[in-house]
């Protein structure tokens, strides 16, 4: 049975890349209290719907429960479904860290690579993939996952802030404190760098289940301010594409690299 178990939770890993684009961390409740369960679901997918991906430490590079400077790792066991299973620590806002180790997908057909570029809105990446002399078909590319999530435990009073990881959402605003005014403003990072001019998808799902996405873009800061609503769930989502460091020493080597942040919360009310 445990082997079984094991070896669905390969083959969806497997498969995430072609069922669905975005990485992101599920929490079953946003706001827990003290001592309680904390559960959270790992999810691959599109349009705020995936699949659950299970804990397998060979598949991220970090798994961490961070409040304030105090970070302590996620615990689990290898097949874990909820990857974060647990009881909620001390009354503040939780921040959940996940990075992936890299994966790679092959594209076969150059018009899924110009249809990916174009919904991320890397404008140059053709032209750059021809000046440096990249097959049109048959090549690879390496992705890896930066998740975050903003979790109440007790009152959630605290803020998020950079935790180094490769690219990230940091939150400047605290959707569960008092007074919230329904911006919810973050900055966008990649090497410890606001990213200008970034294109952010937002996707929102109201109670009833319903989606709705979204597109803003950053400041010169690296910052935006998106709308939220009371009682809706988020996911915020920004990639960076930068050419592999691996491209060139072998055929078969990935000749692009993709950076996935996502940052997820709730918003309380409604």
């Known amino acids: 049975m445990i082997f079984s178990r094991l070896l669905l939770g390969c083959a969806m890993l497997a498969a995430s890349p072609v069922l669905g684009h975005e990485f992101w961390i599920d929490p079953q409740k946003y706001q827990v209290e003290t001592g309680a369960p904390l ?24 798994f961490d429960m961070a409040q304030g400077d105090a970070v302590q790792p996620v615990e689990g066991r290898i097949g874990d479904t909820p990857a974060l299973n647990t009881l909620a620590p001390g009354d503040g806002l939780l921040v959940i860290l996940h990075e992936t180790t890299p994966s790679s997908l092959t594209y076969k057909v150059w018009d899924k690579f110009l249809a990916f570029a174009k919904h991320k809105d890397f404008t140059k990446a053709a032209a750059d993939h021809a000046a440096a002399g990249w097959p049109q078909e048959g090549f690879q590319e390496s992705y890896t996952r930066h998740a975050k999530s903003l979790i109440a435990v007790g009152t959630g009073s605290g803020a998020d802030r950079a935790y180094g990881m490769a690219t990230e959402f940091v939150a400047l605003t605290n959707p569960y404190e008092p007074g919230f005014d329904n911006q919810m403003r973050v900055r966008v990072q990649y090497n410890n760098a606001p990213r200008t001019d970034a294109q952010i998808e937002v996707f929102e799902r109201a109670p009833d289940g319903t989606v709705n996405i979204t597109l803003t873009r950053t400041d010169l800061a690296g910052e935006a301010s998106i709308p939220v609503l009371p009682g809706h769930h988020y996911l915020f989502d920004a990639v960076v594409l930068r050419a592999s460091p691996q491209a060139g020493t072998s055929e078969q080597a990935p000749v692009w690299e993709t950076l996935w942040a996502a940052l997820t919360f709730a918003v309380p009310g409604g």
């Not at 559960?39 to 970090?62: H, M, Y």
């Open 39 to 62: 559960v959270a679901d790992l999810r691959n997918g599109q349009n705020f719907e995936g699949i659950t991906l299970a804990w397998f430490d060979n598949r991220f590079t970090r």
